[in-house]
């Protein structure tokens, strides 16, 4: 039996997230005991963690420089006698990887969620640093793997892909999702692109709102769903005032009933800036939606161009524009789209498969390290 610390900010906020709770309840637990560690808040997806028996503990850090925090970690860590220490993002990533180093835990892997393009010089010369002290480098798609490599100058040795993956038989929602439309004030006869994500620059939803503007006049049915919270929701939303669009688009916050809003979607719109291999297009693909993305990160590997959906240039409305007409114009295109998309997440993405390369990999490591 190995012994499993994830650390994480939360169970919150986005795809990552939502992809490490799913890891979590696929894992087995003949063979892995894990338990989860979030520096701050529990956040949305614990309570689901936490009814599998997974124990989900919270330090509610303070700040940047929290130092009773990260003491709190190193003792968590030492107390708990794991054979392994995992972390995601770039919070946890640095303060989850220093700790399991002074809590001298034998075996260090990181697991990185996207092309972190926005990172400086200090944060890659931070990540080449502790990958010295990290046994492995779990990358999500072949261009995240790219990335760390020559960007961080992390060795190939040191890097192994385990894709992102969902739960499919979520996304097959035989419940009743109707609620949605007296909910968010939406008519069934609208044509409703959903994007999904935290409300931030990285995802471009800006883009989607020029080109939802640009729409308006000629598809006014067209309504657009902003599911998710962050930094950016009052300038998205002063954006769509400016724009004249605020009764086409709704600010879902954060959403526990993604299957539902995906089965009422006519498509999925991601205009992402960079991306690592995106938790939402596998839902949409899931749920036999199109997905019209920008090709940054590892997207391409999900989205097909005019198969699966539309792969389109980031920060380009024009072209958004164009894939979301041709979704309109052509209903039965779409359809065709979504059923093609949900053959490939069926073959390739299952959190089963993700979990049981988790297992083989942890179980290599502490063999090694033994």
């Known amino acids: 039996m190995i012994k499993a610390l994830f650390v994480i900010w939360s169970l919150e906020k986005g795809g990552a997230e939502r992809f490490l709770s799913a890891l979590l309840k696929s894992l087995d637990r003949k063979k892995i005991e894990p338990v989860v560690c979030c520096l701050n808040w529990k956040g949305l997806w614990a309570d689901e963690v936490e009814k599998k028996g997974i124990r989900v503990i919270a330090l509610n850090k303070k700040g940047k420089f929290d130092i009773g925090s990260f003491l709190k970690l190193i003792a968590i860590m030492r107390q708990g ?24 835990i034998p075996v260090i892997v990181s697991t990185a969620q996207n092309v972190d393009i926005w990172k400086r010089l200090r944060h890659r010369l931070m990540d080449k640093i502790l990958s010295y002290k990290t046994d492995m480098l779990i990358a999500v798609s072949a261009a995240v793997k790219d990335y760390y490599h020559k960007k961080a100058g992390i060795p190939l040795s040191k890097i192994t ?29 609208d044509f409703i692109l959903s994007c999904i994500g935290r409300l931030t620059e990285q995802k471009g939803q800006s883009y989607l709102l020029e080109s939802a503007f640009r729409l ?26 400016d724009f004249g669009i605020e009764s086409m688009v709704r600010f879902t916050g954060q959403r526990r009933d993604i299957a539902q809003i995906l089965h009422i979607s006519c498509a999925l719109v991601l205009p992402s800036i960079y991306e690592g291999l995106p938790v939402c297009v596998l ?30 240039p980031p920060k380009d409305s024009a072209a958004l524009t164009l894939a979301v007409k041709n979704l309109i114009n052509l209903p039965d295109k779409g359809k065709q789209m979504g059923k093609k998309a949900k053959a490939v997440v069926v073959k390739n993405y299952s959190i089963q498969s993700a979990a049981q390369k988790t297992e083989d990999l942890f179980l290599s490591l502490t063999n090694n390290r033994k």
């Open 283 to 312: 839902e949409a693909m899931a749920s036999e939606k199109p997905v019209i993305a920008t090709d940054v990160g590892g997207t391409k590997d999900l989205v097909v161009d005019k198969e699966t959906g539309f792969l389109i």
């Open 216 to 241: 308006s006049r000629e598809h006014p049915d067209l309504k657009v769903l902003l599911v998710g919270d962050g930094e950016d929701r009052e300038k998205l939303a002063s954006l769509a005032r």
């Open 161 to 189: 892909v385990i894709p992102n993956a969902i739960e499919i038989e979520r996304f097959n929602p035989n419940g009743n999702s109707a609620y949605l439309y007296e909910e968010l004030q939406l008519n069934r006869g």
């Open 81 to 104: 006698k794991f054979d392994i220490v995992n972390t995601y993002l770039w919070a946890a990533d640095v303060l989850g990887r220093i700790a399991a180093v002074f809590a001298g």
